[in-house]
């Protein structure tokens, strides 16, 4: 029964969830800039193995917040990450979306979530 | 650049983001009940499809909030739901965690949220 210890087959695999605020005046525009057709850096977090990569928005009360689930799958995460930071075409990428988003108390960027429960919910066969 | 069409190796998935308010005074009995060697209804999520489900709790400001994410991978997602609802094992579930949660304004249980981005990011080798 227990799920966490991944199968033989199954790869290593780092599960991350985020969440910051999104300016209540930049909902659409980020909505537009993250559309599929879009490229965006999605290469990039190809490249550094960032994998099912999604945001979801959602209003809470008058303020409006993204969350992001992505899973890693590389070795280093923090060689990769340190790595990513260092691409210009990334570092544009941020210089477009960080002044839509209000980081919470204390953080910088997106405020890492504490992962309580996974269930991998595949058929073992 | 594409990465919303699914390869044609890929399942179809629909990928599902949630949010809810939990209690505060209930974090810590809400980790120690998803901890995973609580067996909880990880059967009942695969047996309808709910795959590669995760929950992640984060403070923000006062409140506790929970966010999760899972995938499914049925055929028939509304009657999967009903199905599942009918558990009474599911019910009994629920009937713990349910007074443990403040859904947001105008919900009554947990609040779906709205994709605006995906990336596979997998080498598409």
């Known amino acids: 029964m227990n799920s966490m210890k991944p199968q033989s087959t199954e790869r290593r695999v780092k599960r991350v969830g985020m969440v910051i605020r999104l300016r209540p ?32 928005l959602r209003r809470i009360g008058q303020e409006w917040f993204e969350f992001a689930y992505y899973e890693y799958t590389g070795a280093d995460f923090a060689a990769d990450m340190a790595a990513l930071a260092r691409e210009p075409r990334n570092q544009a990428w941020l210089e477009v979306c960080d002044p839509m988003q209000l980081p919470l108390d204390g953080e910088t960027g997106w405020a890492v979530m504490e992962q309580v429960y996974y269930n991998c919910g595949a058929d073992p066969l």
């Open 25 to 56: 005046e930049c909902v659409a525009e980020y909505r537009a800039l993250h559309a599929d057709s879009h490229p965006g850096v999605r290469d990039l977090l190809a490249k550094y193995h960032l994998e099912n990569f999604s945001i979801f």
